[in-house]
């Protein structure tokens, strides 16, 4: 909190006719959507975008969703400054954003930004499971593993959003096997990944009494 209070005043001290520097620009920007204000005219469209989707992703885990909506919009409407792999991302979070707040009007139109990304396949797979984690919000596990299971076919099995989610929805199935499969996958390529190793506690727990005793030492590991 003090290094941000003196990041803030060392701001407020710069003079305009000053030479500064993107990092310097970059953490002034970070301060500046953290206070609420996402817009400093005049040089935003070099920086903004992709600070915006880095601020969006912390609310976003911080299940401050209209917020981190808010940001991934901005940063897409300013895609102009993003690399494709990024523009994506954005929509990835506006999706997922839109979802959890049940706001389907906002879900079809990130829906529709996807068009100009189509012959991508990461967007292809994005764009699954996108529809795939609505149906599943929705409590439709059977539209939502039919949409993650064509996000698999496209490169799925690398992405750790798409395994967790099959992880989830074949242990709402009650399919353990399946659960547990997914989930090692995904832990595999993010080991700290928090949201990951909770979920598979939670598989391991699934299983019954006697099989957590029998597997104790491993499940506290």
């Known amino acids: 909190k003090r290094c941000w209070g003196i990041l803030a005043e060392s701001m407020a001290k710069i003079s305009y006719d000053d030479e500064t520097s993107f990092t310097i620009l970059n953490e002034a920007y970070i301060l500046k959507i953290k206070s609420g204000v996402n817009s400093i005219p005049g040089i935003e469209s070099l920086i903004l975008p992709s600070q915006c989707l880095r601020t969006a992703r912390l609310l976003y885990d911080s299940h401050q969703y209209e917020q981190a909506y808010q940001l991934s919009q901005r940063a897409f409407m300013a895609r102009i400054a993003l690399t494709d792999d990024g523009a994506i991302e954005t929509l990835r979070y506006c999706g997922m954003s839109a979802a959890r707040l049940d706001k389907q009007d906002l879900l079809k139109d990130t829906l529709i930004n996807f068009k100009d990304y189509l012959t991508n396949s990461r967007a292809q797979r994005i764009l699954e499971f996108i529809k795939g984690f609505n149906f599943r919000l929705d409590g439709k596990v059977d539209q939502a593993l039919t949409h993650m299971q064509k996000a698999v076919e496209l ?67």
């Open 155 to 221: 490169k799925g099995d690398q992405d750790i959003h798409v395994l967790r989610e099959l992880a989830s929805l074949y242990l709402s199935a009650n399919d353990l096997h399946k659960a547990k499969t997914y989930i090692i996958k995904a832990t595999t390529r993010a080991r700290n990944n928090s949201f990951i190793l909770e979920l598979q506690i939670l598989i391991e727990l699934a299983h019954g009494k006697k099989y957590v005793i029998q597997n104790d030492q491993s499940i506290s590991n």
